[in-house]
């Protein structure tokens, strides 16, 4: 069975760090790119970062850019998410993504077919 | 990037109904890459629809993405109560950045 489990949200004060963790299973992970997407409470998707199946490049929406840190470890199929400098807007619940196919250039991403279950990072004093 | 507006926010429909759900972009969406997500509450999204017309694996035929350039459209043509849910547009044509519509809330009427 295809799945992804995010794992390490939490309670954090503004300015302090977090790292989200995104176990994969049932496919082939380095093949794909793969997405962090949140959603804050009651509110809409929005995309927050992607990286390429080999790791080699990295994309960040301009609301985190410099401050959150996306990698992977194909060897062990898993995610990573690293947040820095967090602020009481990154509250959400935030999702890892796995992309349907691999995109044709000049297309970087592709849809999302498989979602995690979600993990929820609150930052709050 | 890529603006996404979705119509109508809200939708109130009785099962057995068709839905049409609308999403338009703010330029052209590149080959039509375009997509439409289900989510429940308390749940993640689900993928419904790719590359504008495309039903993604397990997606009942009653769902149908159409559309090209700036206007798509997410059509359900008999609702059954599990359909009643948010759903979303995304387009990944102009990438990075992915992004969202706003949603439309499915709701019974």
């Known amino acids: 069975e295809v799945q992804l489990l995010e794992s390490g949200g939490g309670l954090v004060q503004p300015g302090g760090s977090l790292r989200l963790s995104c176990a994969a299973s049932g496919f082939t992970f380095s093949s794909y790119a793969m997405s962090w997407v949140r959603q804050a409470p009651g509110k809409g998707l929005e995309w927050v970062s992607a990286i390429s199946g080999s790791g080699g490049s990295t994309y960040y929406a301009d609301s985190v850019k410099g401050r959150f840190t996306i990698s992977r470890d194909n060897s062990k199929n898993t995610l990573y998410l690293q947040m820095n400098s967090l602020r009481a807007e990154d509250t959400a619940v935030y999702y890892c993504?796995?992309?349907?196919?691999?995109?044709?250039?000049?297309?970087?991403?592709?849809?999302?077919?498989?979602w995690g279950q979600g993990t929820m990072v609150t930052v709050s004093s | 990037e890529i603006v996404l507006t979705q119509s109508p926010a809200t939708l109130s429909l009785s099962p057995g109904e068709r839905a049409t759900l609308s999403c338009g972009a703010s330029q052209s969406v590149s080959s039509s890459y375009l997509a439409w997500y289900q989510q429940k509450p308390g749940l993640a999204p689900r993928l419904l629809i790719y590359d504008a017309s495309s039903r993604a694996t397990g997606i009942p035929d009653r769902f149908s993405g159409s559309g090209s350039g700036t206007d798509f459209t997410l059509t359900i043509s008999r609702l059954e109560p599990e359909d009643f849910a948010v759903y979303y547009c995304?387009?990944?044509?102009?990438?990075?950045?992915?992004?969202f519509g706003q949603g439309t809330k499915l709701e019974i009427k």
């Open positions: 993504a796995k992309d349907r196919a691999a995109a044709a250039p000049p297309v970087v991403l592709d849809a999302f077919d498989i």
């Open positions: 995304q387009q990944y044509g102009s990438s990075p950045p992915v992004t």
